[in-house]
């Protein structure tokens, strides 16, 4: 048994502790195992591609986006020097390459600079980004100015909130059932009334994120039903509902057995609206993405696990301290404890994928929530490290200490959920930015077919390969 901390300073040097050893792990993940990953539909090549000078005029611009673009919600136009469009017909997806849109300009093109700009709504998560660059025919781009910011959308504040309950309702609603079983051989009436607020605020964050999703892509609510983004709503939003189903049951029962069956299937459909939501993030959006999501999806129990749980056990352990509540406290620093390895391993893993360098950390939006997110968890694990150590040891004689610091993890939890919520609608440095390179074949958008006919879009689109006949497509920097 490792021994008491005793020391006023204990929970600072924990702090400090874990924040070290939590970084120096995860710069090791950066820097020895990163994963591929990419997130929002942002361009990762074109043809022509950005700066380019084409000796001949292309008859069509063809963009491969990092995650799959919805083509009814997505475009690209082509503007000369004047402004005017050079772009003819809707923006279509290449068959066969669902990443992959184009669109036919008018013919011929004059030599001169041309613009191309282009706006995606992501297939897989609804996030939305625009951009554009520049190509020439006959004549250099360099210096032409774009027609739009080169970014994606900052995160705007509903979808933040939307995302904060969202998190807050899943953690509380699988954490508070799981603890709540694994505790408490009599399901305590105080816990299990926390439930129905927890399946509440998970119900309104649904439909905050749908809404928001809905909004950036400039949709009336038929058009969205309608769409590829309704299909993350639905898959949050019918798990919850059955949750609050059988939670409503599980209330109305005053059989033990009852409510612990009830308190089972709450928890495997908080674990469901998990999965589902990890099945829209940008885990599921790169290269290893069953991996990448197993890693999300563990992320998230563990964290329900801890934080949830730690939420439940705060309530069933009110009043005099007693043996009861000490053998309640026990099993779930058991079973927190091996939460906290969960979070810790699947979390820096998932911020080395996504992050992709240490640089980036400091130099990207992305990468300082990461950072912020990082030392919020350690200061939460030393906490717990601090309850585990000094607190557990004097039960059942007092709760007090214990009660304490169990608070402020709690509060220090819900700021973290903000971040992970801001983290969600923000671009990961690895995902590049939104300026393509061009495919690596010289001049490709100059070639013609023999018959002097211009190549058509699957015509196009097996040129740019490899000699070998493999598909060449360079990442961003």
């Not at 000369?80 to 066969?96: E, H, I, K, M």
């Not at 934080?307 to 005099?320: D, F, M, P, Q, T």
């Not at 906290?340 to 300082?368: H, Y």
């Given at each position: 048994?490792?021994?008491?901390l005793?020391?006023r300073?204990?929970?600072?040097?924990?702090?400090v502790?874990a924040?070290?050893?939590t970084?120096s792990t995860?710069?090791i993940?950066v820097?020895?195992?990163?994963?591929?990953?990419?997130?929002h539909?942002?361009?990762?090549?074109?043809?022509?591609g950005?700066?380019?000078?084409?000796?001949?005029?292309?008859?069509?611009?063809?963009?491969r986006?990092g995650?799959?673009?919805?083509?009814r919600?997505s475009a690209i136009?082509?503007f000369?020097?004047?402004?005017?469009?050079?772009?003819?017909?809707?923006?279509?997806?290449v068959p066969?390459a669902?990443?992959?849109l184009?669109?036919?300009?008018?013919?011929p093109?004059?030599?001169?600079?041309?613009?191309?700009?282009?706006?995606?709504?992501?297939?897989?998560?609804?996030?939305?980004?625009?951009?554009?660059?520049?190509?020439?025919?006959?004549?250099?781009?360099?210096?032409?100015?774009?027609?739009?910011?080169l970014?994606?959308?900052s995160?705007?504040?509903?979808?933040?909130?939307g995302?904060?309950?969202?998190?807050?309702?899943?953690?509380?609603?699988?954490?508070?059932?799981?603890?709540?079983?694994?505790?408490?051989?009599?399901p305590p009436?105080?816990?299990?009334?926390?439930?129905?607020p927890?399946?509440?605020?998970?119900?309104?964050?649904?439909?905050?994120v749908a809404?928001?999703?809905r909004?950036?892509?400039?949709?009336?609510?038929?058009?969205?039903?309608g769409s590829?983004?309704?299909?993350?709503?639905?898959?949050r939003?019918?798990?919850t509902s059955?949750?609050?189903?059988?939670?409503?049951?599980?209330?109305?029962s005053?059989?033990?057995?009852?409510?612990?069956?009830?308190?089972?299937?709450?928890?495997?459909?908080?674990?469901?609206?998990?999965l589902?939501d990890?099945?829209?993030?940008?885990?599921?959006?790169?290269?290893?993405?069953?991996?990448?999501?197993?890693?999300?999806w563990?992320?998230?129990?563990?964290?329900?696990?801890?934080?949830g749980?730690?939420?439940a056990?705060l309530?069933?352990?009110?009043g005099a301290?007693?043996?009861?509540?000490?053998?309640?406290?026990?099993?779930f620093?058991?079973?927190?404890?091996?939460?906290?390895?969960?979070?810790g391993?699947?979390?820096?893993?998932?911020a080395?994928?996504?992050?992709?360098?240490?640089?980036?950390?400091?130099?990207?939006?992305?990468?300082?929530?990461?950072?912020?997110?990082i030392?919020?968890l350690?200061?939460?694990a030393?906490?717990?490290?601090?309850?585990?150590?000094?607190?557990?040891?004097?039960?059942p004689r007092?709760?007090?200490g214990?009660?304490?610091?169990?608070s402020?993890?709690?509060?220090?939890?819900v700021?973290?959920?903000?971040?992970a919520?801001?983290?969600?609608?923000?671009?990961p440095?690895?995902s590049?930015?939104?300026a393509?390179?061009?495919?690596?074949v010289?001049?490709?958008?100059?070639k013609?077919?023999?018959?002097?006919?211009?190549?058509?879009?699957?015509?196009?689109?097996?040129?740019?390969?490899?000699?070998?006949?493999?598909?060449?497509?360079?990442?961003?920097?």
């Amino acid at each position: 048994m490792v021994a008491p901390l005793r020391s006023r300073g204990a929970l600072g040097r924990c702090a400090v502790a874990a924040f070290a050893a939590t970084f120096s792990t995860f710069a090791i993940v950066v820097a020895v195992a990163p994963l591929p990953a990419s997130a929002h539909a942002l361009p990762v090549w074109s043809v022509p591609g950005a700066g380019e000078t084409l000796d001949q005029a292309p008859s069509m611009v063809i963009m491969r986006f990092g995650e799959r673009p919805d083509p009814r919600l997505s475009a690209i136009h082509v503007f000369d020097s004047a402004g005017r469009a050079r772009d003819v017909g809707p923006t279509t997806p290449v068959p066969d390459a669902p990443t992959e849109l184009t669109v036919t300009m008018t013919a011929p093109l004059s030599p001169g600079v041309y613009t191309v700009t282009w706006r995606t709504v992501s297939a897989v998560d609804g996030h939305l980004a625009t951009g554009a660059f520049t190509f020439g025919v006959g004549v250099s781009p360099t210096g032409a100015p774009a027609r739009a910011d080169l970014a994606a959308p900052s995160p705007p504040g509903d979808a933040i909130a939307g995302r904060a309950l969202l998190y807050v309702g899943m953690v509380a609603l699988f954490g508070i059932s799981v603890i709540t079983l694994a505790a408490f051989p009599v399901p305590p009436r105080a816990v299990v009334r926390m439930l129905p607020p927890a399946v509440a605020a998970l119900a309104v964050g649904v439909l905050m994120v749908a809404n928001a999703q809905r909004t950036q892509a400039g949709l009336s609510v038929p058009d969205y039903l309608g769409s590829s983004l309704a299909r993350g709503f639905l898959e949050r939003a019918v798990p919850t509902s059955l949750a609050a189903l059988v939670l409503a049951a599980t209330l109305r029962s005053a059989v033990v057995s009852r409510r612990r069956l009830g308190l089972v299937l709450v928890a495997g459909l908080a674990a469901t609206v998990m999965l589902m939501d990890v099945d829209t993030s940008h885990a599921t959006a790169g290269g290893l993405p069953r991996l990448n999501a197993a890693f999300q999806w563990l992320h998230a129990l563990g964290v329900g696990v801890w934080i949830g749980g730690l939420a439940a056990l705060l309530v069933g352990i009110r009043g005099a301290p007693s043996e009861a509540s000490a053998r309640g406290v026990r099993r779930f620093s058991a079973v927190a404890g091996v939460a906290i390895v969960v979070v810790g391993v699947t979390g820096l893993v998932r911020a080395a994928v996504e992050v992709g360098s240490v640089q980036a950390l400091t130099d990207s939006l992305f990468g300082r929530l990461i950072l912020a997110k990082i030392g919020l968890l350690a200061v939460l694990a030393a906490l717990g490290a601090l309850n585990r150590f000094r607190h557990l040891p004097r039960l059942p004689r007092t709760l007090r200490g214990l009660r304490r610091a169990g608070s402020v993890e709690l509060g220090l939890a819900v700021v973290t959920l903000v971040v992970a919520g801001a983290l969600v609608d923000t671009v990961p440095p690895a995902s590049g930015t939104s300026a393509p390179t061009s495919r690596p074949v010289a001049k490709m958008a100059s070639k013609t077919a023999p018959t002097g006919v211009p190549c058509s879009c699957r015509q196009w689109h097996e040129v740019a390969t490899h000699p070998a006949g493999r598909p060449t497509v360079p990442r961003l920097p």
